[in-house]
């Protein structure tokens, strides 16, 4: 689905990611990790089309990234920014429904999509509310319940990138957004998810991608990348790695 080579990226005169590769097939969820500064979001912006990179290439379904025209590319991929704006009195299903909008698969499909796509991110009772009164955390959920609708029916040839999906959610939103992320996945979908949190990484993620002063540092399961060495070496940090009580992911305690 994803295939990214030896990608070398910067933002203005300063070189971010260095040398950066690996594969995301269909169905499956990864996780990008590392410290502030790292380059994590700046990997968003290259999988998305954003920046251009220096170096080095990205495939998406084995064509150049590149070679997508707008609305080839949105029809199968959808990303979720760290924070979005916006500044009109929209309904909360006005703002989802705008996903729909580089398919022409009629309104009644559309309309079903979006209904789907609220009750996935628990905004359903929001759907008449204005957006500009809905808080910091209701926005980020709308934003993401509009993001699912654009690449809803796109099974296997979908692509969903989240930077810092679960930002100003509380618990359970959050456990509930990363769900989605797997349920995404388990539809098909290539899903790539920046995470500050080591433990939901490890919980919703099948591969983690960690980065460490823009190179990787370790790509694997959750089990080989969060050992008690690497953790310490790129956060600074001395902790514990234990099993889970409830299931079968490595624990972060601090």
């Known amino acids: 689905m994803l295939q990214v080579d030896a990608l070398d990226c910067a933002r203005g005169a300063r070189t971010i990611l260095q040398g950066i590769s690996?594969?995301?097939?269909?169905?499956?969820?990864?996780?990008?990790?590392?410290?502030?500064?790292?380059?994590?979001?700046t990997l968003l912006a290259s999988l998305s089309g954003e920046l251009t990179p220096l170096g080095?290439?990205?495939?998406?379904?084995?064509?150049?990234?590149?070679?997508?025209?707008?609305?080839?590319?949105?029809?199968?991929?959808?990303?979720?920014?760290?924070?979005?704006?916006?500044?009109f009195a929209f309904s909360v299903a006005e703002v989802v429904a705008l996903g729909r909008l580089p398919h022409a698969t009629g309104r009644q499909q559309d309309?079903?999509?979006?209904?789907?796509?609220?009750?996935?991110?628990?905004v359903t009772q929001l759907r008449?509310?204005?957006?500009?009164?809905?808080?910091?955390?209701e926005r980020q959920r709308v934003h993401l319940a509009r993001v699912l609708t654009q690449i809803w029916d796109a099974g296997e040839?979908?692509?969903?990138?989240l930077d810092e999906p679960t930002a100003s959610l509380d618990l359970a939103h959050q456990q509930l957004i990363l769900q989605q992320a797997r349920d995404m996945a388990e539809r098909g979908l290539a899903v790539v998810v920046v995470l500050h949190d080591l433990n939901l990484a490890a919980r919703?993620?099948?591969?983690?991608?960690?980065?460490h002063q823009g190179r990787v540092s370790a790509l694997g399961t959750p089990w080989q990348v969060l050992s008690t060495e690497?953790?310490?070496?790129?956060?600074?940090?001395?902790?514990?790695?234990?099993?889970?009580?409830?299931?079968?992911?490595?624990l972060i305690i601090v």
């Open 157 to 161: 040839q979908g692509c969903l990138l």
């Open 204 to 211: 919703y993620a099948d591969r983690l991608l960690l980065l």
């Open 111 to 122: 309309e079903l999509i979006v209904e789907q796509a609220m009750a996935a991110t628990d």
């Open 22 to 41: 690996f594969q995301l097939a269909a169905g499956e969820v990864l996780a990008v990790l590392g410290t502030n500064g790292a380059g994590k979001s």
């Open 230 to 250: 690497r953790v310490a070496e790129v956060f600074g940090v001395a902790v514990r790695v234990e099993k889970h009580p409830l299931q079968d992911s490595p």
């Open 128 to 137: 008449e509310r204005s957006y500009l009164t809905l808080s910091g955390g």
């Open 56 to 87: 080095g290439s990205i495939m998406l379904s084995g064509r150049p990234l590149a070679g997508w025209s707008a609305q080839e590319r949105a029809r199968r991929m959808a990303v979720l920014p760290q924070s979005s704006t916006l500044a």
